[in-house]
């Protein structure tokens, strides 16, 4: 069975354990600044570089969901693609994402239901020097979509 999605697997369309995919994406002053305006998040350490300096951190950094986001552009244009929501997530923030660095976000199906779209997915981000930023699970439901 195929999909508009580009892959093909068990029932309901659904790609198989182990199928995989990625973006990859600079993140900055610009991400950061549409994110801020979008959730009211306005915290320091993303927007004042004198006291993103102070920090522990020496500089400023994006804020965590602008990191994860990355993970929903996966799941919602790759894998498992157009329709998917997340139904949980758990993830672990490692280590910060500093303005400038290019990212990438991995997702593997580890399960498929096969009473319902339902998947499990192993996530992480990584940075440019294979640095992990982000690492956990996500549960999602997929419908179809035309």
Request: overall charge negative; glycine content about 10%; charged content about 20%.
């Amino acid at each position: 069975m195929s999909t508009s999605n580009g892959w093909s697997g068990t029932r309901f369309g659904m790609p198989e354990n182990g199928a995989s995919a990625s973006i990859t994406k600079k993140l900055g002053q610009h991400e950061v600044e549409l994110f801020s305006e979008m959730t009211g998040d306005r915290n320091p350490l993303h927007v004042d570089e004198d006291a993103a300096n102070a920090s522990r951190f020496g500089g400023l950094i994006t804020q965590g969901g602008v990191t994860s986001g990355l993970l929903n552009a996966v799941v919602a244009e790759k894998l498992p693609g157009p329709g998917t929501v997340f139904l949980s997530v758990s993830w672990k923030f490692r280590r910060p994402t500093y303005f400038g660095e290019t990212m990438k976000a991995i997702v593997t199906v580890t399960n498929v239901r096969e009473d319902k779209p339902i998947c499990t997915l192993d996530t992480s981000v990584v940075n440019a020097d294979g640095e992990t930023c982000i690492e956990g699970e996500a549960v999602t439901y997929t419908s179809a979509v035309d």
